[in-house]
Structure formats: structure tokens, C-alpha cells
């Protein structure tokens, strides 16, 4: 089964190297979104069609609009996205930002800069994935 990721981040460099990571490296589809608003929309028009679920997300978390501490709040409240697992993919992780991951249940957080060669490996290996 192929799986499906989508990328959240308003940087598109960052968008291009996890895209192609994770495409070439582990075969996985990916959908991109620039902006958190355009990542929810997706995610909550994907999870309607249940034969195009999304299986997670790869979110940052500095982005303007919508940062993605909000746009992991709206997916948690809506029990269509709510059990999609989110990585956060992220520059600066504080300690407050750690108890905000912990309390909205993300998967597994993602530092930048990071490894573009061997981020898909990190991804499966936050989601319990035969890599």
C-alpha cells in the first residue's frame, strides 16, 4: 500500500526536499500545502474520501496566517482528521513548544535543518513504519 503525506510549509525549498525524499526514497505519494489554511483544507476534503485518506502530515510550525500549532488544533477538533498523525517539522523547539506537542498528541517531531537524504527513514520510524 502506497502511502500519502502531506507537507504543510510556507517555505517551498523545504516543500521540494521533503517532497522528493519522500517520493524517490520511499515511494510514498505526497500532497503539498503552502499555508496552514490550505493544509487543513486539504486534509479535511482528503479525509472525506475515504479511498484518499491521507495517512499523515508534515507540519510546520512558523508559518504565516495559520501557524501550525492552530492548524494541529483544528485537525485534533474535527473527527475527520483528528486520528491523522502529525509530525511537526520544525527550526526552534523550546521547552514551552514541547508540552504544546505533548498536548496536542503529535507523532514526533522533525528538526530543521534536517538530513534530506534520510527524512523519509525518520518519518517511518516516528509512525511505526517498515521503512
Not at 117 to 129: D, K, S, Y
Amino acid at each position: 500500500m502506497t502511502r500519502r503525506i502531506l507537507i504543510v510549509d510556507d517555505e517551498e525549498d523545504i516543500r521540494d526536499v521533503v517532497r522528493v525524499s519522500l517520493e524517490e526514497f520511499a515511494g510514498w505519494l505526497t500532497i503539498v500545502a503552502m499555508s496552514g489554511i490550505e493544509g487543513l483544507q486539504i486534509a479535511k476534503s482528503e479525509a472525506k474520501a475515504s479511498e484518499a485518506a491521507i495517512d499523515a502530515i508534515l507540519l510546520d510550525i512558523s508559518m504565516p496566517d495559520m501557524d501550525g500549532f492552530q492548524m494541529c488544533e483544528e485537525l485534533k477538533a474535527d473527527p475527520d482528521t483528528q486520528k491523522i498523525p502529525v509530525i511537526v517539522l520544525t527550526a526552534k523547539v523550546l521547552p514551552s513548544d514541547r508540552q504544546r506537542f505533548a498536548e496536542l498528541d503529535v507523532a514526533g517531531v522533525i528538526t530543521k535543518p534536517f538530513n534530506p537524504i534520510t527524512i523519509w527513514r525518520q518519518v517511518a520510524e516516528i509512525l511505526g513504519w517498515n521503512a
